[in-house]
């Protein structure tokens, strides 16, 4: 098994990382699209960037802390920052929008002071901020596939509970699920999902990932079910088809995944706009 996974090409790799991001993203963004958090996903993206800078300025700054992995140090910030997200919502309880521009823009004014100290390249900076499967490793994909695995396991152990509390709180509350608990693990699955989708997506474009599958599916779909199911499809296409021409064009992954996910989403709004009028059209005729 070891032995294959390291014959895999670059691009098996990206294709492969990619395509575990396009099942897992809309399944976090359904959610989010319920809780009505969907900016969250940016908000916690900037202070993974933090997290990353400061894993890159330690690892070359430092002689004894060479051995640091900024993906892991994107995955701490981005931890630390999913749960300061739950405690500010907690203290402005009348205005908990307010959580996510105190969090998006801490992350923003600490990566920038990090990346202006931190002597790095500007092609690094560029692959974090916008993606690459070029710089997919091995590590990566591993990295990628456990944290997907422990994502999917989670989420069906606790399905019903995050889809009551995401629905509704104080029922939930009232039905004897322990809200605070599901809210923070909803707030790790957020990091995660942020982290393990950095290396492809890049780290400014990991929000749309979350959102615009669901945007997508939400044009069609009469379930919640359907919602996420639709969404992994619409995500799946826009991974497939932003790698590939991401290749052919040699532009970006994770930008020409981004567009390729609009022209999808653009796509469902015109379909069911044709749909809506040749219904209506036939009505009329009848």
């Known amino acids: 098994m070891i032995e294959l996974l390291q014959q895999l090409t670059f691009l098996e790799r990206g294709i492969i990382a990619g395509l575990i991001i396009g099942l897992i993203c809309p399944v976090i963004g359904s959610f989010l699209l319920v809780r009505r958090m969907t900016i969250i996903s940016e908000g916690l993206s900037h202070i993974t960037l933090t997290g990353i800078a400061a894993g890159v300025f330690l690892s070359q700054s430092v002689v004894y802390l060479g051995f640091i992995n900024p993906l892991y140090t994107g995955l701490l910030f981005s931890l630390a920052g999913s749960l300061l997200v739950e405690k500010l919502r907690q203290i402005y309880k009348h205005f908990q929008e307010l ?28 692959n974090f901020l916008f993606g690459s499967i070029v710089t997919v490793s091995l590590a990566d994909l591993g990295f990628i596939f456990f944290t997907g695995v422990i994502m999917l396991v989670l989420l069906g152990m606790f399905y019903k509970e995050l889809l009551s509390i995401s629905f509704d709180q104080e029922f939930a509350a009232t039905s004897g699920i322990s809200v605070r608990k599901m809210n923070f693990l909803f707030a790790v699955l957020i990091a995660l999902v942020i982290s393990m989708s950095m290396k492809v997506i890049g780290i400014l474009l990991v929000g749309a990932m979350v959102t615009l599958p669901v945007a997508a599916s939400i044009q069609f779909a009469k379930s919640f079910r359907q919602v996420v199911l639709i969404g992994i499809l619409i995500g799946e296409l826009s991974v497939l088809g932003g790698v590939m021409l991401s290749i052919y064009l040699n532009i970006a992954t994770g930008g020409m995944i981004v567009v390729t996910g609009v022209f999808l989403l653009i796509l469902t709004m015109l379909i069911k706009k044709i749909t809506r009028y040749t219904s209506g059209f036939r009505l009329s005729q009848s």
Do not use: H, K
């Open 99 to 126: 959580a996510i521009p105190i969090i998006l823009s801490s992350g923003i004014g600490l990566s920038a002071i990090l990346i202006s100290v931190t002597p790095s390249n500007t092609t690094e900076w560029f």
